[in-house]
């Protein structure tokens, strides 16, 4: 009766996509998680998911981005700024810092999908909104640190003080505008009604006009009345939720043309929800998926001999290397539950994680195919080190680092501390097989030492919208198993309290609007020494040993639980071209860097990458 039903539901997936792929020059890429919201770049502030960041790449085109070299290229400038053309220009500021100024011009007769003039205006609103007092920002560093000046419609220079290392090739590539002749009127209404107000006495009144106004143009139902407009090769036609999101060429964008004119390639892009990865697998083996989001299938699925076994003739199948990190985050705010917990005790975070058998784990779920991981860093960094403190499974060890938190085994073998019981909730992304397989693998596993964990499961947009994944300050949630993605400019934000050079904030708390990446609440301020001074140091050798300091003091007082580093899975059928990734194409590694150039070699689409050259591995081929 299961396989019947689960067949059954693999039909109906598929219905209605029996004419995806070269027949109407379509391409329908399968995904297990739905975003929360759609539009221009600073609506991370409410919603920071991958699949957002990913199907963006279709709808917003960047100043530059990155390709599959990680080299930059220009798509709505003229050129990449370097010392060569004069774009780029690097003064020392004295003490070991450094100004940073970036020319760009844009190109002539760019367009927004509704015919409007695309120019300087459109990055200019993108500034001001964020820089707004007390804004709710994921990267409060950035933009304290950079500052904006149109010269003309077409001119305008960008400029960091201090500037990071990376700011030159990094920071700009993927940077998007938005409408905003679109925006201006409604965002002019929300600066009178905030104009009054005080940044720290009114942050929760702030928190929500701004919010108010994102949702508005980033809303299923404003983006379905057709009033948004995108910058990007494509625009949305219907996003039905739950179920699916359409996109078709922009006829507008001109920024860029691929080899042998636009009709050559892909004229419509449907992204199919499907949340439960194991449903997800059998739309794939059903031919209603011509390619396989960043966000889709576990690795132990595509590798399954059920797809691999069918896979020859019809599809590749890929495991390329990421600098996606799979991690459970704990909350270290000082609140009591944290406390009750003694979560803000190093000894108990080292205790959970040695109680996890990790190498079996990767090796039973993945192969040994995702490396465990003993830091935040991406194996894939040339940061990366592995001089770091380690902790293999030893669930005596565990015991004894608890025993001496106070913690002891209560009448049915719970630990108790205090007359509290030593039980929490672990959330993830419902849905996602091989996390709830493994949260329940970890759940047995932590009942071994005495620790009594309970699932608490929602769909991704649940668990990362801003009012949950960043208000552990308030006891939303104790401990959660989610995946940050980190780029080519790690500069230590996802764990720093303070930044030395800019001074602002990334623990999100209601002091700060519930801005930054430091979700759990960790503070160290000589990880902020550490990190703050390595972003700012323009030396190789030296920014090294900077950062391989701060990964062992992380990996000392572990304020979170590594877990592995993953690796993306991409199942594309045969024909369909340039669907491509690396670790760091696109800034981020998501496919779609290049969705201009992604097509069917049958409908004339010129094959320019080739998968297994960039960090690719072939599964299926």
């Known amino acids: 009766m299961k396989r019947t039903t689960i067949a059954a539901l693999g039909l109906a997936l598929v ?32 919603s920071n998911q991958a699949v957002k960041a990913e199907l963006e790449q279709y709808l917003n085109a960047p100043l530059t981005t990155l390709n599959l070299d990680s080299e930059q290229i220009p798509v709505l ?27 760009y011009t844009l190109k002539s007769g760019l367009k927004w999908s509704d015919g409007k003039d695309l120019n300087t205006d459109d990055f200019a609103f993108v500034f001001e909104v964020a820089k707004a007092k007390g ?26 003080e201090p500037a990071y290392y990376y700011d030159a090739t990094v920071s700009m590539a993927g940077f998007t505008p938005v409408p905003s002749h679109l925006m201006r009127a409604e965002w002019d209404k929300v600066k009178a009604a905030a104009q009054p107000l005080d940044a720290d006495k009114d942050a929760t009144k702030l928190n929500e006009l701004y919010r108010g106004f ?17 910058s990007g090769p494509f625009k949305v036609d219907r996003w039905t939720a739950n179920s699916s999101i359409t996109l078709s060429r922009n006829p507008n964008f001109t920024a860029l043309t691929p080899q042998g004119g636009a009709d050559k390639y892909a004229q419509k892009v449907i992204y199919r929800i499907i949340q439960n990865t194991n449903s997800l697998l059998v739309a794939i083996l059903g031919g209603g998926i011509d390619a396989v989001s960043s966000v889709g299938l576990t690795g132990d699925q595509a590798r399954s001999k059920q797809l691999l076994s069918r896979a020859p003739g019809r599809f590749d199948v890929w495991a ?7 991690h459970i985050d704990l909350n270290k705010f000082p609140i009591q539950q944290v406390k009750d917990l003694t979560f803000d005790d190093k000894r108990t975070r080292q205790a959970l994680l040695l109680a996890l058998n990790r190498d079996a784990w990767v090796k039973a779920f993945f192969d040994g195919a995702e490396p465990v991981s003993n830091s935040w860093v991406a194996n894939v960094n040339p940061l990366f ?9 030893n669930p005596e060890k565990a015991k004894q680092l608890l025993a001496a938190v106070g913690w002891k085994p209560g009448p049915d073998g719970v630990l108790v501390r205090n007359g ?22 970890f759940i047995d596993q932590w009942k071994q030492i005495g620790v009594s964990v309970k699932p608490n499961n929602a769909p991704s947009a649940v668990v990362f919208a801003d009012d949950f994944i960043q208000r552990a300050s308030e006891g939303k949630w104790m401990a959660f198993m989610f995946a940050w993605t980190s780029s080519l400019g790690e500069a230590g934000q996802l764990f720093q309290n303070k930044n030395l050079n800019s001074g602002e904030v990334s623990v999100p708390e209601k002091a700060n609007n519930y801005a930054g990446q430091n979700v759990g609440g960790w503070k160290n301020d000589e990880f902020d020494k550490l990190t703050s001074q390595g972003a700012v140091e323009f030396d190789e050798a030296k920014r090294k040993a900077l950062f391989a300091q701060a990964q062992q003091l992380w990996a000392e007082e572990l304020p979170a639980l590594p877990l592995r580093f993953r690796s993306n899975y991409y199942v594309v059928k045969k024909d369909l071209v340039n669907y491509t990734a690396s670790a760091y194409s696109g800034v981020n590694g998501y496919p779609g860097w290049n969705s201009w150039e992604i097509g069917w070699a049958s409908r004339g689409a010129t094959k320019l990458y080739d998968q297994a050259k960039f960090g690719g591995t072939t599964l299926a081929k």
């Open 15 to 46: 219905t209605g996509a029996a004419l995806a792929g070269p027949g109407d020059n379509s391409v329908v890429i399968g995904t297990s998680q739905e975003p929360t919201v759609l539009g221009g770049d600073f609506l991370s502030v409410i």
């Open 77 to 103: 400038v003229t050129e990449v700024p370097t010392a060569a053309n004069k774009r780029l220009r690097l003064t020392d500021l004295g003490s070991g810092k450094k100004r940073l100024q970036l020319d």
């Open 135 to 160: 804004m709710a920002l994921v990267n409060p560093d950035f933009w304290s640190r950079v500052s904006f000046q149109a010269k003309d419609k077409q001119n305008f220079t960008v400029t960091f």
């Open 214 to 230: 994102f949702q508005q143009f980033g809303s299923q139902s404003f983006i379905n009345s057709g009033k948004m407009a995108w």
């Open 320 to 326: 390329v290397a990421n600098p996606t990190w799979e």
């Open 385 to 393: 080190t592995d001089n770091v403190t380690k902790y293999p499974y």
């Open 420 to 441: 509290k019981r030593f039980e929490f909730e672990l959330v993830t992304t419902a849905g996602n097989s091989v996390r709830e397989r493994s949260q329940q693998l």
